[in-house]
Nanobody, 120 residues
Framework: QVQLVESGGGLVQPGGSLRLSCAAS????????MGWYRQAPGNQREFVAS???????NYADSVKGRFTISRDNAKNTGYLQMNNLKPEDTAVYYC??????????????WGQGTQVTVSS
């Protein structure tokens, strides 16, 4: 069994910062890809950022220069540092991971989401 658990969301004023964490646990051999998506009310879930096992990163244009994705492979944990937050960043943030299980099979997993609200 594999679980992804996000944390770090909350209420922040415009211009503020938050750091989201995504901890993967269970029968994990290695994690290939970790990513962050977000979904605002009434909108579809959208890509935010991703990081490959060797560290290559991608960002949505809307967050480039403000958000930084990183990972700690030893801890099976991913992070999303969000700076200069804007009201339009308000959403539920989900992490996802593509990984190899100890059984030798591959799986894709999602966390339960963490709410980020940017408001004065």
């Amino acid at each position: 069994q594999v679980q992804l658990v996000e944390s770090g969301g909350g209420l922040v004023q415009p211009g503020g910062s938050l750091r989201l964490s995504c901890a993967a646990s269970g029968s994990i051999a290695s994690i290939n890809y970790m990513g962050w998506y977000r979904q605002a009310p009434g909108n579809q879930r959208e890509f935010v950022a991703s990081i490959a096992s060797i560290g290559g990163t991608n960002y949505a244009d809307s967050v480039k220069g403000r958000f930084t994705i990183s990972r700690d492979n030893a801890k099976n944990t991913g992070y999303l540092q969000m700076n200069n937050l804007k009201p339009e960043d308000t959403a539920v943030y989900y992490c996802t991971a593509a990984l190899w299980r100890l059984s030798g099979s591959r799986g894709d997993y999602w966390g339960q989401g963490t709410q980020v609200t940017v408001s004065s």
